[in-house]
């Protein structure tokens, strides 16, 4: 694992101003794309989080598993013969070799390929070559693959590294609320389709994860051509005079999400009319009426698992749902892990399928939007890293939305919004998403370096 800095103390200085600044809407342009930050971020953010690792529709078949990582550990994530799920760390109780060479597939059993130990997909030691005349008096059951802790929430298969820590429901507090809205909005709950889309930039993934907690305000300067290009006034969009007002959610201090509501009580994100008698029975009316009158919505789990959920128009198809991971491959780097999901009730009505295929796509390497963003995610990353802000110690701006900025924002106590503590403007324009997600980051940073404790 990475080690952190002879000099922590500049990492612990640099939270404390971000953690400072944030009263007033600042913080320092150096934690982005900083190698001393970052390597802090795994100690202290990744290896202590819950980290998302996929879904369980990824997983149905006992032996099915996938390469997906907490931080920058690679672990297994694994059904075993008897239908529970895992995550290995890819390495070999031997030597350390990884022993799994492929992304996804199905086996019971994982072989390394150095000197042939084999494990059983529940972790536990299967046997090795010459193992009579080589291992007489092994203890085989202390052999076990290093496993993170697991926890699911409506499929979502989230890993942890360290032991103590909050449960995943108290991690991620009245957030589940809006999560079982998205996740667990029909009887059967959302299904993966297809493999997930993968790429890799030089962005920090904290500007990716940020834009996600409800920066509606780039949508307009960013995509502006590829909107334009599209005509997605043609679309129902269109027919939705007042889809326009948005609502900015943040809840238990760290997850954020952005509403865009409809006045309509049917919009129902734009699904075949029989997703009305489909609603999960579990859904309050108030979770129920959120769905129905959201047209857009998006957010951050924190710290680096996001999603749209995008309604029906006739310029981009949809419904869609685009869930995702920013991978960080090292500082200043991170690979997009793009999930495509619907609806279980859907998932074999071809129509629909084609038309939110090409909703989700849009937000796919070859999308328009997605390039858009990557431009701009870029040269934040590289300028940020520039040593004319370490020297100057430059603060960047978030202060849109705060006190005497504007006299549109309020808060607002419509039981529509549930529990969170909801913010609305007539316009896009709040950055209190991403004040509260640099919270939460400061709060995790300014922890213990070592979540096992010193070693
Ligand atoms: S490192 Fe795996 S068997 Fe030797
Ligand atoms: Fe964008």
Redesign the pocket.
Known sequence: MATESSDPSRTDRLVERTESGLDSGRFPMEIINDEEVYQAELRRVFARAWVYLGHTSEFEEPGDYARRYIGEDPFIVTRDENGEMHAFLDS?M????Q?CTAETGNTSHFR?P????TYKNDGTLQG?PHMNEAYQDLDEEEIQLQEANLATYHGLIFGRIADEGPSLTEYLGDFTWYLDVLFNATEGGLTVVGEPHRWEADYDWKTAADNFSGDSYHVLTTHQASLETKELELGPWEELDDYLEAAYLSCTDSHCAAYYLSEDPDTYMGYPEEIEERMHEDLTQEQRDLFARSVFHFGTIFPNTSYIHGIQSGGWGGPWVCLRKWQPRGCGKTETISWWLVPEEFADDEEFLDDSHSGWNSLSPAGAFESDDLTVWEGISESSGALTHELRGTEGNMQQGMGDMTDLTETVDDPVYGPAETTWQGGYFDERNSRMFYQAWCEMMSGAANPEGER
Not at 94 to 97: P, Q, S
Not at 114 to 117: D, L, N, P
Request: charged residues 10%; hydrophobic residues 35%.
């Open positions: 070999c031997h030597r350390g070799a022993f390394c150095y000197h042939g130990w090795m």
